[in-house]
């Protein structure tokens, strides 16, 4: 049975930073040939896509996040990472890792839209940046 969990949510103050993780198991294809993406919904708005990584490896980030963000995966340990530096206020919102067989070039933020292509997500982990 397929297993996706987010972890690493919190209270940070603003400035600061913190990784999140994804830990999966169960997938029905490897790990590694999934398109895999981080999102955020924050009550009353849509939610967002913030970072992805296709299966090739490449690397796509929502334009606002000025590089503060960094994607990574484990492909050994069939984990993903997030890593936010100099947290900001308005980063503040439920982070969901989700997996999907979405085809490379497609496996990109801007052509992921809310992340309606994904088919495996995880409960999501809080992120409270205070001020």
């Known amino acids: 049975q397929e297993h996706i969990m987010e972890s690493g949510g919190g209270s940070v103050q603003a400035g600061g930073s913190l990784t999140l993780s994804c830990a999966t198991s169960?997938?029905?294809?490897?790990?590694?040939?999934?398109?895999l993406a981080w999102f955020r919904q924050v009550p009353g708005k849509n939610r967002e896509g913030v970072a992805a990584i296709a299966a090739d490896g490449s690397i796509s980030y929502m334009d606002t996040t000025n590089g503060r963000f960094t994607i990574s995966r484990d492909i050994a340990k069939n984990t993903l990472d997030l890593r936010v530096i100099s947290l900001k206020v308005e980063d503040t919102a439920t982070y969901y890792c989700?997996?999907?067989?979405?085809?490379?070039?497609?496996?990109?933020?801007?052509?992921?839209?809310?992340?309606?292509?994904?088919?495996?997500w995880g409960k999501g982990t809080l992120v409270n940046v205070t001020s």
């Open positions: 169960g997938l029905t294809y490897r790990f590694s040939d999934y398109c």
């Open positions: 989700a997996a999907g067989s979405v085809a490379g070039d497609y496996c990109r933020i801007g052509s992921l839209g809310d992340g309606d292509r994904m088919y495996y």
